[in-house]
C-alpha cells in the first residue's frame, strides 16, 4: 500500500533553534499534505494544509511565520519549525492521500510522526 | 465537517469482542464514516470506512443504523496489540474525493486489552 515518509522520527534541539521535519510520499504524487500536531494524551490537531506550488493554509491559532511549510514537489513537504521553545515541544505527524478521480475511495496515509523535544 | 462522540475509554479483555459506539447526529448526506488506529509514537493508521449498513474486512466491522446518526466498529476476538486509540471520524469522504479534503480528528477512544 502507499505510504508516507516523515524524517526525523525523533529530534531534540535547543531552545531557539530551527528544526525542520521531512514528509514524503513514498509511491504516489500528493498535491496537498496536512500537518498535524499532538500533545501527550490528546487528539492531533490539524495544523496547515501544505499545496504544492503554493502557500500553505494555516488552521486559527497556528502561527505562519513560526512554523514554515514548503511544498517543494509533488512528493515532498517540510514543516521547518523555527525559533523553537519548550512549549513547541511536541509529536508532529503529517498525511498526504492521492489524488481522487476514480470512483474508489482512497484512505489517507499518515506518516510515522516526529517527536520534537526542545530543551 | 459532521463532529463526533465517542467514549473516552474502554477497557477490555482478550479473546472478546469489542464494540466502540460513535455518535455523529448531524451527518451530512454526503458524509462517509471513517475510523483510524493509532499507537502511541506511530501515525493513525486507516481501519475501515462505511456508509450505511455493515462493512466487513479482515480487520474490523462496521455497523451502520438506516439514519446513520451513530456507527459502532466492532474487533472480533481482540489481543493485547488492538490496545491503542480508535478515532472515529465523519466528513466527505466519498468516491471521487478532493484530496485537499481536511481529516479533522475528535477525541478518540482509549482502549486497552487486559490479558
Keep these: 500500500g502507499a505510504v508516507v515518509s516523515q524524517h526525523p522520527s525523533r529530534v531534540i534541539c535547543k531552545s531557539g533553534t530551527s528544526v525542520k521535519i521531512e514528509c514524503r510520499s513514498l509511491d504516489f504524487q500528493a498535491t496537498t499534505m496536512f500537518w498535524y500536531r ?3 494524551k490528546q487528539s492531533l490537531m490539524l495544523m496547515a494544509t501544505s499545496n504544492e506550488g503554493s502557500k500553505a493554509t494555516y488552521e486559527q491559532g497556528v502561527e505562519k511565520d513560526k512554523f514554515l511549510i514548503n511544498h517543494a514537489s509533488l512528493t515532498l513537504s517540510t514543516l521547518t ?14 498525511s498526504a492521500r492521492a489524488a481522487g478521480g476514480s470512483a474508489d475511495y482512497t484512505e489517507a496515509f499518515f506518516g510515522q510522526g516526529t517527536r520534537l523535544t526542545v530543551v | 465537517l459532521a463532529k463526533t462522540t465517542q467514549p473516552i475509554s474502554m477497557d477490555s479483555y482478550e479473546g472478546q469482542e469489542v464494540n466502540i459506539t460513535c455518535s455523529h447526529n448531524n451527518i451530512a448526506t454526503n458524509d462517509y464514516i471513517t475510523w483510524y488506529q493509532q499507537f502511541p509514537s506511530q501515525g493513525p493508521r486507516f481501519i475501515i470506512q462505511g456508509y450505511k449498513t455493515k462493512v466487513t474486512n479482515e480487520v474490523a466491522s462496521l455497523f ?10 466492532s474487533l ?10 480508535y478515532y472515529c471520524l465523519v466528513g466527505e469522504d466519498a468516491p471521487g474525493y478532493s484530496s ?6 475528535g477525541s478518540g477512544t482509549r482502549l486497552s486489552i487486559r490479558p
Excluded at chain 2, 485537499?100 to 480528528?105: D, L, R, V
Aim: glycine fraction near 0%.
Design chain 1, 38 to 40: 499532538q500533545f501527550p
Design chain 1, 81 to 94: 519549525v523555527t525559533s523553537a521553545h519548550p512549549e513547541d515541544s511536541s509529536f508532529y505527524i503529517c
Design chain 2, 64 to 73: 451502520i443504523p438506516a439514519d446513520r446518526k451513530s456507527s459502532t466498529l
Design chain 2, 76 to 85: 472480533p476476538r481482540v489481543s493485547l496489540s488492538d490496545t491503542a486509540v
Design chain 2, 100 to 105: 485537499a479534503s481536511k481529516i479533522i480528528f
